[in-house]
């Protein structure tokens, strides 16, 4: 076939072969591999990404795959299979649901067996199919969430998810309602709401498969059903993406699904604070001061930067359970896309071994974050004259400085920011949520349980 010139092996090329003798299979589907010594961890996922796209478009029912047996530098088994099953669930996504006659589609592709060299490789193998499996299902709940217009995905709408969620996995969950944070002294969150006709919640769940009095890990996530900015209005222009503005509350429970299906012996807390952000003539107004949970004052200078308001009361709100570390998701700011492009979320934290772990669950998961300085020099840049400090720092360091608001109420906690404003959706004809970084919040879960003593461990 190489002589002949019907392929020459370029990365993601494919050749199908029909009736070959001696084989039981109908069909053979060469993809190119490009050069050995460049088979990197992207170049694999590309070729796994064409493989997916190729089976779909010849309607292939059944599949069996030999690409977990290529050799890629720094990477077992485990990992090969893993990546397999998610860039193949990935790839095979589809989000019709709200279409009044579906796309048209070929037979579906039912089953895929993953060759492995050796029967010795099959525990381990099996092990990474069940990690990747519940990885993707929690990859494609995100998406889904995300992928939902704003006049569905409400704020009720993500506490109802959330709920069913519970239902389906040992996972309790609590709803605050308006009320419930007006009694807490929400100040920031609420003020956020006030624009809106959709009632705020606080949506917190509850995993526990770690021993109980095992410090939890907290994961808050901002959701943003809708953000039109508020008084200080987005352009319109790709206003429409702003329904992704929930993203880092879709990574929470999409990653809390993966831990409650991989059955982790971890504590796991998820929180979530929900509303729109919309113009009102009872929305905050630049110049308004409002008092968050923590009693901190806050002179809010652009109703734009309303993520950080609602967050610093959910941080405020993860400090009753005791956590041992806690980890926000946010479609932060425009700044971190500016900076960091849709390859890596921005990280910044006040605690290094913690941030040292996320960085290395990235690298291993394939979803990367970049760390960014978090030094006291940039905090006088949030000072303000009338209350405690601003929600905006200006336009220089915009990321860092947003962050920095955050850091004024984690001062009590082992504390990490993951900026995904680049990472969690995709515009253009490719519009659409890409579930990250729930591969990276599951792969920091999984380490942490493999890390425990096995004294720390619950009995079986």
Known sequence: ?????????????????????????????????????????????????????????????????????????????????????????????????????????????????????????????????????????????????????????????????????????????????????????????????????????????????????????????????????????????????MKFDMCGAASVLGALKAVAELKLPLNVIGVIPSSENLPDGNANKPGDIVTSMSGQTIEVLNTDAEGRLILCDALTYAERYNPAVVIDIATLTGACVIALGAHAAGLLANHEPLARELLAAGRYAHDRAWQLPLWDEYQQQLDSNFADMANVGGREAGTITGACFLARYAKKLKWAHLDIAGVAWKGGKEKGSTGRPVPLLTQFLISRAESLPAADKPAA
């Open 1 to 241: 076939m190489l002589r002949r010139g019907d392929l020459d092996g370029r990365p993601g090329q494919t050749l199908l072969l029909h009736n070959l003798p001696n084989l039981p299979a109908e069909r053979v589907l060469l993809v190119g591999g490009g050069k050995e010594k460049e088979l990197t961890d992207r170049r694999f996922r590309e070729i796994l990404a064409k493989t997916a796209a190729a089976l779909k478009q010849i309607g292939a029912t059944d599949a069996v795959s030999y690409l977990t047996e290529l050799d890629i530098k720094g990477r077992d088994l485990a990992w090969k299979v893993r990546q397999t099953v998610e860039v193949t669930e990935a790839s095979l996504y589809r989000f019709d649901q709200l279409k009044s006659i579906p796309n048209n589609q070929k037979r579906a592709l039912k089953r895929i067996v993953l060759a492995v060299a050796k029967r010795s490789d099959l525990a381990t193998g099996e092990k990474a199919l069940r990690e990747g499996q519940a990885i993707a299902a929690g990859v494609a709940l995100a998406r889904d969430l995300g992928n939902l217009p704003g006049n569905i995905c409400t704020p009720s709408y993500l506490a109802d998810q959330a709920k069913e969620l519970g239902r389906q996995h040992p996972l309790k969950v609590t709803i605050l309602e308006e009320a419930d944070m007006h009694a807490l002294g929400m100040g920031a969150l609420l003020s956020v709401a006030r624009g809106s006709r959709q009632p705020p919640k606080l949506i917190v769940l509850e995993y526990h498969g770690g021993k109980p009095d095992a410090p939890p890990v907290a994961l808050v996530g901002k959701g943003l059903t809708f953000d039109a900015g508020g008084i200080s209005l987005k352009p319109a222009d790709k206003m429409d993406e």
